[in-house]
């Protein structure tokens, strides 16, 4: 995806599967980072919502992990 990114920097929706990504991968801050971007460049209502809605599970699942 990083790669997509460089090479087609102005498609705003690798952001969201940068983000998506990451959080699979267990690398929640970079998710947080790719998908809080997205949320500001998003082109439509519907897939800002996507991202608020993962990112909020996100750093739910965050806060959680960080209580001892």
């Known amino acids: 995806v990083e790669v997509m990114r ?3 920097p102005q498609e ?4 969201l ?3 998506v990504l990451q959080a699979r991968l267990g690398n929640r801050k970079d ?7 997205f949320v500001k460049k998003a082109p439509n209502d519907a897939e ?3 991202a608020v809605m993962l ?5 739910t699942t965050m806060e959680q992990t960080d209580q001892p």
Not at 31 to 37: C, D, F, G, M, T
Not at 55 to 59: P, W
Request: charged letters at 25%.
């Open 55 to 59: 990112l909020h599970q996100i750093k």
């Open 6 to 8: 460089a090479l087609a």
């Open 48 to 50: 800002r919502h996507q």
């Open 12 to 15: 705003i929706r690798l952001l």
């Open 17 to 19: 599967d940068a983000g």
């Open 31 to 37: 998710a947080v980072v790719a998908l809080e971007e």
